[in-house]
Each structure stands twice: as structure tokens, then as C-alpha cells.
């Protein structure tokens, strides 16, 4: 059980375009998620937090127009990278977790390239 | 705010030997979670070992333990009997027990590569 399902795995493409990563929890309900950045060899960094039905709350230094998440749902938050450059190029992890006191559970990450 | 250190970039072992990581944290509450992932070059985060603060036993899964030392801020991982599918990066990871959405946010330290030589 707990499984977090993330899409695509990897993306490629040009300079300027808009991609969007979706966070599913397949056997869970979940009113947070979260979405992390990461840098080869780095740890991960927490971007925003993905809240049902309301504004994500974004950490210090993320631009929210840059990445726009909606969690419309209690199984689905999307991360959208607006205006992609190749910056933005990076591994993109989100997680969630089934209960309040309950570990986290982490989709496989998508591994976005900017040309 | 939390922090976490690992400071051991880089830990080799022998095969079937065991191994200890590090892992120091600070936090000024007194109820949280501590947790160890594991990251293989495939970049999965894959769950290893659990730790509640207000438990005193040290968690155990399999050849996985934990030395907690909550005084000490002291939370260390041990591989016994290491295999070759241990080789991964090791994040220890600090999260709150308050239940609001935002501080069930994980806290990780900068990670260690672990290497098992057969």
C-alpha cells in the first residue's frame, strides 16, 4: 500500500515551453503533498507544499509563478514549470503520506531537461 | 527552524561487514520523527528505518538499526552483514509530530554515498 505514482519519468524539451508533472496517490488519500528539488549529488530541497483545495505554500526563493501547483483533488497535485530554461533543468520528487503521523512515500521523480 | 547534518559525504564497506552513518539534528521540540532513506542510482526514495522521538528503543528492520541518542540529537544508522544492493546515497531525514500540513514537511541532511566493495 501507499504508493505515489509520478509523471512522466523524464522530460525533454526546448527552451520556453511549459511542462507539467503530475503527483498521484494511487491507494491513499492525501491532503498534503510535496514537491522537492534536486541536484545531482545534492539532497533534496523542499519546494512547496501541496494543499487540497487551497494555495500551495511555497518555500523561500521559489517563485510561485514560475511553479504553479494545483491539488485539485485528494489523490492528484500537479507541478507545472512555466516558461521552462535550462535552469530549470533538474530532478523533480513530490511525496505524501496517507495519515498526519504516517511516513512519506515518494513518487519515482521526473528528470527534466531544458535545451 | 530544523537542521540536519550528515557529515559523512562518502562511507565505504566490505561486503558483509557492518557500517555505521552518522546523523546529528537540531530542533527545539520534544515530539518528532526521525527517518533514514535510501536512494539508488535508479533515484527512488526508498524508506529504510523509522524512528519516533518519544520511543526509547532504537528501531531495528532486518540487518537496519538505529543508535538514537534524543539528548544528543544523535540519530545513527548501522548496515550489518552489508550487500551489495546497500550501495545507495543514505539522507536521514527530521520531521515534526504537529499535524498541520505544512510541518509534516521532511527535513533532509545532505546525504552518504555509501559504497559496499565485494
Known amino acids: 500500500g501507499a504508493v505515489v505514482s509520478q509523471h512522466p519519468s523524464r522530460v525533454i524539451c526546448k527552451s520556453g515551453t511549459s511542462v507539467k508533472i503530475e503527483c498521484r496517490s494511487l491507494d491513499f488519500q492525501a491532503t498534503t503533498m510535496f514537491w522537492y528539488r534536486q541536484f545531482p549529488k545534492q539532497s533534496l530541497m523542499l519546494m512547496a507544499t501541496?494543499?487540497?483545495?487551497?494555495?500551495?505554500?511555497?518555500e523561500q526563493g521559489v517563485e510561485k509563478d514560475k511553479f504553479l501547483i494545483n491539488h485539485a483533488s485528494l489523490t492528484l497535485s500537479t507541478l507545472t514549470v512555466t516558461s521552462a530554461h535550462p535552469e530549470d533543468s533538474s530532478f523533480y520528487i513530490c511525496s505524501a503520506s496517507a495519515r498526519t503521523h504516517q511516513p512519506q512515500h515518494f513518487g519515482d521523480g521526473t528528470r527534466l531537461s531544458i535545451l | 527552524a530544523q537542521t540536519v547534518t550528515q557529515s559523512q559525504p562518502e562511507m565505504s564497506v566490505q561486503e558483509a561487514e557492518t557500517v555505521t552513518l552518522s546523523c546529528t539534528y537540531d530542533?527545539?521540540?520534544?515530539?518528532?520523527?526521525l527517518f533514514w532513506y535510501k536512494q539508488p542510482p535508479s533515484r527512488q526514495m526508498i524508506l529504510v528505518i523509522r524512528q519516533e522521538a518519544y520511543k526509547q528503543q532504537n528501531a531495528t528492520e532486518n540487518r537496519f538499526s538505529v543508535n538514537f541518542q534524543k539528548a544528543a540529537k544523535s540519530f545513527s544508522l548501522k548496515i550489518s552483514d552489508s550487500q551489495l544492493g546497500d550501495a545507495a546515497m543514505y539522507f536521514c531525514?527530521?520531521?515534526?509530530?504537529?499535524?498541520?500540513?505544512?510541518?509534516?514537511?521532511?527535513?533532509f541532511g545532505s546525504g552518504t554515498q555509501l559504497t559496499v566493495l565485494p
Open positions: 501541496s494543499n487540497e483545495g487551497s494555495k500551495a505554500t511555497y
Open positions: 530542533t527545539s521540540e520534544s515530539d518528532y520523527y
Open positions: 531525514a527530521y520531521r515534526s509530530a504537529i499535524s498541520s500540513g505544512s510541518a509534516r514537511q521532511l527535513t
